[in-house]
């Protein structure tokens, strides 16, 4: 069965240093999203990506963020100067469709930033 | 009003029992609905869609309330490997992001 995957699954880093979250979604997937979930919390939007440019984005999407898919395969998140309190699970999802879809979520990569 | 509240449990039931899970949700325009189960640490999971007419899957019913913003999901003859969270999850209405409730702690114990 189909899947997304994402790497790395655990990344840590210095705060102030970027980060580059992958995704690869399911192959014929047309819309990509990123998620984050802050340790005994809930799930939380932050961007959905489509044709190339982004469709919606949460206001904890600011500057520091920006999403991108450099290849016919790979969906990336980066944060250009990780803050302690961006330390989460960051989950990749992929839709066929719009609304109404199932979204199929990644495994994951656990940020830590010390 | 929170966009989607659940009960956070723990809900600690025995090998065989029957539970219900209540959520609510606050935009009336969310279009879509869905219960996904979620593991420690791992991603969450569908479980199953939910629709107005009420869908069964093998022990799980889920049922959708659009008048009163409610949604729910029974599980039959609860198993151990059943011991999750569940999440309540709408749609954003116009859009398609997800909007997540907090999590129904389950905890089927033998």
């Known amino acids: 069965e189909p899947e997304v995957t994402q790497t790395p699954s655990h990344q840590v880093t210095q705060m102030g240093q970027e980060v580059i979250l992958r995704c690869v979604p399911i192959?014929?997937?047309?819309?990509f999203y990123w998620y984050r979930q802050i340790l005994g919390q809930k799930v939380e939007f932050l961007v959905s990506f489509y044709n190339n440019e982004i469709s919606e984005k949460s206001e904890i999407f600011d500057d520091q963020f920006s999403v991108e898919r450099p290849d016919g395969s790979n969906f990336t998140l980066k944060i250009r100067s990780t803050k302690l309190e961006d330390s989460a699970m960051y989950f990749c999802?992929?839709?066929?469709?719009?609304?109404?879809?199932?979204?199929?979520f990644g495994p994951g990569t656990r940020l830590t930033v010390l | 009003r929170k966009e989607v509240e659940q009960d956070p449990g723990p809900f600690n039931v025995p090998e065989g029992a029957t539970v219900a899970f209540n959520c609510t949700y606050s935009n009336s325009a969310s279009q879509s609905f869905f219960w996904y189960r979620q593991d420690c640490r791992k991603e969450p999971k569908l479980l199953m869609s939910?629709?107005?007419s009420g869908n069964e899957d093998g022990r799980f019913t889920a049922q959708l309330n659009r008048a009163s913003q409610y949604i729910s999901l029974l599980i039959r003859d609860s198993k151990l490997s059943d011991s999750a969270t569940y999440l309540c999850?709408?749609?954003?209405?116009?859009?398609?992001?997800?909007?997540f409730g907090t999590g129904t702690l389950l905890a089927v114990q033998p």
């Open positions: 999802a992929s839709s066929v469709d719009r609304q109404g879809d199932t979204q199929y």
């Open positions: 999850v709408v749609n954003g209405g116009a859009t398609n992001k997800l909007i």
């Open positions: 939910v629709y107005s």
């Open positions: 192959s014929n997937h047309l819309y």
